[in-house]
């Protein structure tokens, strides 16, 4: 069985699959390596042979998890690493190594499944765009701050904006002006959210008419969905790419 980790800023999301790396065998998020151990050890016959994962973590978070991995399981840890070109897609970063490796796992992914050109959209604690054009040639893209971090950001530096995530969930289920703060703050802030992702897709048609495939995941994917009704969700296209960019032998 494989494990594959992809530890972002807020989550680590995890997945089993069967040694054929055909169906998962089990998934998860969670927001600490003691409750991804925990997780695991709620698998029944669990027999794994191998570890892929991502991480744009600090170097010694990301090595902090590997031994806690290599040591629990005994096997061998393969980490994605930055590269200038892979899979058909060249890095469009001037140092390559900068650019967030689950955005390029994302774009590697994305340029497989599009077989052509592609925007890339991710929301997760930050939201990342990226641009893919039909040769492989990484445009280069933009990072915003995601759901999470605007709304933190308003509760942090303002002094009355106060409220709880069962208020904020339900604010959403309309678009309409607030008339309460939380409706204010999270119906701004989702607007926000939805303004950045049509500005992209205007970029992508003046460079590709409509000849591209959007594709959108990380966790708060879902709150784009019904305005982006022609993209493709794919929760799991980091994770496609792991396999590319790490395949077994
Ligand atoms: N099962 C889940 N657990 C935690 N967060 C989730 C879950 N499903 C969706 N989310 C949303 O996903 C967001 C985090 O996205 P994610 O892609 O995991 O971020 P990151 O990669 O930066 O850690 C959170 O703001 C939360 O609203
Ligand atoms: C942009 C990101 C913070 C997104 O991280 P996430 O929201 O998925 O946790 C991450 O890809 C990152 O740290 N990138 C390095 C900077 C860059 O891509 O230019
Ligand atoms: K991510």
Redesign the pocket.
Known sequence: MILELDC???FIKWRVLAVDAGHVLGEGVVDSNLALLEGLGGLKGLTLTFCRLVS?RTAEETAALTSLLRDTFDVPVVCATPAREMSGVRNG?EEFE??????WLAMLGGFHLASGACLVL?F?????ADFIAADGEHLGGF?CP?MPLMRNQLRTHTRKIRYGDLAAEQALESLVPGRATVEAVERGCLLMLRGFVMTQLELARSYWGEDFVVFLT?GDASLVTEAVPQARVVPDLVFVGLAMACPLS
């Open positions: 972002g800023n807020s744009v970063y900068r650019l967030g490796l689950d955005r991710d997760g604690t930050a939201v990342t990072i995601g990380g």
